[in-house]
């Protein structure tokens, strides 16, 4: 039986996953898809290529936090699009409903009760490590999309 504390951790876990204050999944929504594969001066990336990214890395920590005993490498080297831009507004939102569907898939598995977030698996990892690497990861990278969609005038 999970403690409150417990419960209390995972209801955080969970609110952060999500992007606490600044949920993702709406700046995603928010964001001019028409703007999605502009490059600005100074960086290697669009705002699609960004988006693809971030779905690597979910596929990535996903894949662990679903089979955590099976030793798969759990930080593969990074995965850039080379495409920079959507071709459609329907592969722009595909893309925002994919990344909000794996998210469910990580939230779910956090909060289900029979998820012992401490228990250790490969190399020490755990499924909380996995989380909060998510969390962190994601947060830089709607990070910099917030800032390039600053500089394009979407906000």
Not at 108 to 128: A, H, M, N, Q, R
Not at 138 to 143: F, L, N, P, V
Request: charged share 25%; with cysteine.
């Amino acid at each position: 039986m999970a403690s409150n504390r417990d419960k209390l951790y995972k209801s955080q876990l969970v609110e952060l996953l999500k992007g606490g204050f600044a949920p993702n999944v709406i700046l995603l929504k928010e964001f001019d898809y028409t703007k999605a594969g502009i490059i600005l001066e100074g960086l290697h990336f669009s705002a699609w290529i960004l988006l693809g990214h971030i779905h690597s890395r979910h596929d990535d920590f996903l894949e662990f936090m679903k089979n955590p005993g099976a030793g798969k490498e759990t930080w593969p080297e990074a995965y850039w699009p080379e495409n920079y831009q959507t071709k459609t507004k329907e592969e722009w939102e595909t893309a925002i409903h994919n990344y909000k569907k794996e998210l469910q898939e990580m939230i779910d598995l956090v909060s289900d009760p029979k998820t012992d977030l401490f228990k250790e698996y490969t190399d020490g990892k755990t499924i909380s490590w996995a989380a909060l690497c998510v969390l962190h990861h994601t947060g830089y990278h709607i990070g910099q999309l917030k800032a390039i969609g600053r500089q394009l005038g979407v906000w």
